[in-house]
């Protein structure tokens, strides 16, 4: 990885830090490999139902409304104890 650091326009005096910016930049194959691993990684994880039906973060067809349900159904259980 490589940083780049950059001056802010604007700003009165360079001597001080807060008058820079620093950028990383990442090497673009490793974020296409990075990319092909995690996309593996979570296709084996749904064909082989690795994760919980409650895990929601980060899951294809996985949308909100699914997981309001989700938690209304505990909610509701809950009381009914």
Do not use: F
Not at 23 to 46: C, G
Not at 60 to 77: E, Q
């Amino acid at each position: 990885m490589i940083t780049v650091v950059l001056r802010k326009e604007g700003k009165a005096d360079y001597l001080i830090p807060g008058s820079y910016c620093p950028i990383a930049l990442e090497n673009t194959l490793s974020k296409i490999l990075e990319k092909v691993i995690a996309d593996r990684i979570a296709d084996t994880a749904e064909e082989h139902t690795l994760l919980p039906q409650s895990q929601m973060g980060t899951r294809k067809n996985r949308l909100t409304l699914l997981a309001l349900i989700l938690l209304a159904a505990t909610i509701k259980t809950a009381w009914a104890m």
